[in-house]
């Protein structure tokens, strides 16, 4: 993109008045033809609005921020802003891929019960069966996109921080270029403020925004990422550029006495008139460090786990519920989803629909039934997870069989627990047939706590926690 | 690299330039049109107000409290400290700010459905954000004490004009 020359000059001028009167005779004919007061209207419309910006264009940039001199930090630039935005060129695209991987795990496909954005269309046409191997990757991947959305915080904030005078630029828009660009730009950091503020509110379940976590987190990273596409592309150069303007070794070993401003640069990032140095540009880079090292400490402990899972001091589990054998994180406990104790008391039944006629279990007939056991991680949407969990009880695999439909390509898992989200899913024939994927009834070598699902839940490799199903009492076997 | 073909002299750039932000806003329209789907105020307002929040609220207050602090400590009585002070009161300020902007909902209390869901109480993040806070700032006033020292001791011709340049 060539330098667009400062907007005016180039353009003949032209006195507004001039221009009006001329669009106004334009106008004028236009009505005649049309012989209707509508379209003269309109006409006249169009002549007061284009003698509006004729004259925005010419008037001088209103006091405060729109004036050049207002902007004053001395370490402004377009090398410390291109150093902010090398991370995030490499974060961002690492938080949509993991993202977009998080809602392939839910196999959207398989239905609305496991899709809160059916209308996507086209938005999901990566979609792929979700694997259940290696049995970490959920975990991987929203441990991940959680933390590292957390930690990019002062990276995008310091970003923000170093374009802001672009915000007040004047006049508003140079040309139809300069108007779309910054129309992309709003999508920009709209989107990325929204995003990060839904992902961060949802993670501490602090449900503020306007509708369900899932299509707004899921629209809107479209929104976002279309317009970072967009914006890298037309700004890549520029950064590359900037970043070869100083080495990174020698900002590293400035300190404050030799700080300098940058050149002056054509965006106007670098202040006309800087105040002396109150930090080195190296003291900026450390602090922005500092902060995502410190959101670092205490948040990615409940990823984890282990003995590292009490260093997540701010982290929402960061601790166990309870001790023992079922002293493990938990999503939804019973009494928060409305389960009685009658739902789950000895008139608890399995039921079991496939193939043949409609069969029936109690837990007792279930625990003489072949229990196999598995070592699997709880990993939720969220972000955290728990280490492997020792789980017993059916193969999915053998119920899936003992409805008559061995070779299954889904089955709908329905809990008892009051209708809502996530009460009901549909697991894919891959997930079946996975020698670990368990009806488990015993968690640790104890009886499943009522929190964890008692009398029986579902537990896949791989699976979303959500998707894991507690408190199971049918599932739905389908060819 | 822009010849002045009719189209880049109305548009203000080439070609390639419009097509790309085209593209763009496409898939943004399209995106857009399902986020708005369902109470569309309320999510334009979400959408267009964390843009706001951001660039005409957070980083002008945080903008502002940088230079009044600047101000009001550099207008103080009494010869200034011999060394660059400033940052000793920025760093745990700004770390501080930023672990309460990511954690508020746990450390304010504010989220109603967390011990229902998690089966833990929400309790214990204010103090520990405190515990935090207070951390951050003995271990900067720990420093800044050291280096004050260090400044004593090397001598007191570092006179204090010499910094208010700096802070």
Request: proline letters at 8%; glycine letters at 10%; hydrophobic letters at 50%.
């Amino acid at each position: 993109m060539g330098r667009r020359g400062g907007g005016s000059p180039r353009s003949r001028p032209r006195p507004a008045a001039d221009a009006s009167r001329r669009l106004g005779r334009d106008a004028a004919r236009a009505a005649a033809r049309a012989r209707t007061a509508a379209g003269a209207r309109l006409s006249a419309v169009a002549a007061r609005l284009s003698a509006v910006a004729d004259r925005l264009r010419r008037a001088p940039a209103p006091p405060g921020p729109f004036r050049p001199g207002f902007w004053r930090s001395p370490i402004r630039g377009p090398w410390l802003t291109s150093v902010f935005g090398l991370v995030l060129l490499v974060g961002i695209p690492v938080l949509f891929v993991t993202g977009a991987l998080s809602y392939a795990a839910y196999n959207p496909d398989l239905g609305p019960l496991n899709d809160q954005t059916p209308d996507k269309g086209w938005l999901g046409f990566y979609l792929f069966d979700w694997p259940t191997r290696p049995a970490w990757l959920y975990r991987l991947v929203q441990g991940v996109h959680v933390t590292l959305g957390v930690v990019l915080v002062p990276v995008l904030l310091a970003k923000l921080w170093s374009v802001i005078p672009k915000l007040f630029e004047w006049p508003p828009a140079r040309s139809a270029a300069h108007a779309l660009e910054r129309l992309s730009l709003l999508m920009l950091v709209g989107g990325a403020v929204f995003e990060f503020a839904t992902g961060i509110l949802n993670i501490q379940l602090h449900y503020v925004f306007p509708g369900s976590f899932y299509t707004l987190h899921f629209y809107g990273a479209w929104v976002f990422i279309a317009a970072f596409a967009v914006h890298v592309a037309l700004r890549l150069g520029r950064m590359v550029r900037a970043l070869g303007s100083r080495s990174l070794l020698g900002e590293l070993r400035t300190g404050l006495a030799d700080t300098r401003p940058e050149p002056p640069d054509a965006d106007g990032l670098v202040a006309v008139a800087p105040a002396p140095p109150t930090i080195a540009r190296r003291g900026a880079l450390a602090l922005v460090g500092a902060g995502s090292l410190a959101l670092f400490v205490v948040t990615a402990g409940q990823s984890i786990g282990g003995r590292l899972r009490a260093t997540a001091l701010l982290a929402p589990h960061n601790r166990a519920p309870a001790d023992g054998p079922n002293g493990f994180q938990v999503n939804k406990t019973a009494a928060a989803v409305g389960i009685t104790a009658a739902m789950v008391g000895p008139d608890w039944r399995l039921e079991l629909h496939g193939a043949g006629p409609v069969r029936s279990f109690t837990r007792e007939d279930l625990l003489a039934m072949a229990q196999h056991a598995a070592r699997l991680p709880i990993a939720c949407v969220e972000g955290w997870s728990t280490g492997d969990q020792h789980w017993s009880g059916l193969r999915l695999a053998d119920l899936a069989a003992l409805a008559g439909l061995p070779d299954a390509a889904s089955v709908l898992v329905d809990s008892v627990q009051p209708p809502g989200p996530y009460a009901s899913v549909v697991l894919r024939g891959n997930q079946i047939r996975d020698p670990r994927s368990l009806l488990a009834l015993h968690v640790n070598g104890v009886d499943l706590a009522l929190d964890h699902g008692y009398p029986a839940r579902v537990i896949v490799p791989a699976n979303p926690g959500v998707n894991n199903t507690k408190w199971v009492h049918r599932l739905t076997f389908r060819a | 690299m822009n010849r002045r073909t009719p189209l880049t002299r109305w548009y203000g750039a080439g070609p390639l330039h419009l097509l790309a932000l085209l593209a763009s806003l496409a898939l943004t329209g399209f995106a857009v049109q399902r986020l708005l789907a369902e109470r569309p105020l309320a999510v334009a307002v979400w959408f267009v107000g964390a843009a706001v929040a951001h660039d005409l609220l957070l980083l002008p207050l945080y903008s502002l409290a940088d230079l009044s602090a600047r101000s009001v400590l550099r207008r103080r009585r009494g010869p200034a400290p011999a060394v660059p002070w400033i940052n000793h009161l920025r760093v745990p300020a700004l770390l501080s700010g930023l672990l309460l902007l990511v954690w508020f909902p746990l450390v304010l209390d504010l989220s109603v459905p967390y011990p229902g869901a998690t089966g833990l109480s929400e309790g214990v993040y204010l103090g520990r954000w405190l515990a935090v806070t207070g951390a951050l700032f003995g271990a900067s006033a720990l420093a800044l004490a050291l280096r004050l020292r260090r400044a004593g001791r090397s001598g007191p011709a570092r006179g204090s004009g010499e910094d208010g340049g700096e802070s």
